[in-house]
């Protein structure tokens, strides 16, 4: 994010602070009150973008981790199609080779 994106958003939030402070005024309440509801109505929302921040955290599903996954699929997806058949019979060979070891392991244990 941007230096002026992050300007960007914090001047929207305290202008939005101020349309919901001039709402609950024009609706009637005093000073004392219409800014104390405004200010649970911004840390209401503060919680729950944060709580929306940790659930893709955890999930890791956030715009690196998905830029991430996605280049790396490009990247093998590029060599798979650079290789010759016979590099792509031999791939094969060798992951049946591994199957059937990890396979014979589970049926050990």
Excluded: C, H
């Amino acid at each position: 994010m941007r230096r002026i994106d992050v300007i960007g958003i914090g001047l929207g939030i305290f202008i939005a602070g101020g349309v919901v402070y001039g709402f609950f005024k024009a609706v009637g309440l005093d000073s004392v009150d219409a800014g104390i509801w405004s200010q649970v109505i911004l840390v209401g929302g503060l919680v729950g973008w944060l709580l929306t921040y940790l659930f893709r955290a955890v999930t890791q599903n956030m715009t690196y981790n998905q830029q991430l996954k996605d280049y790396e699929d490009a990247v093998l997806q590029k060599r798979l199609e650079e290789m010759t058949p016979e590099e792509l019979a031999a791939l094969q060979a060798e992951v049946e080779q591994e199957k059937r070891a990890l396979k014979q392991t589970k049926d050990e244990g």
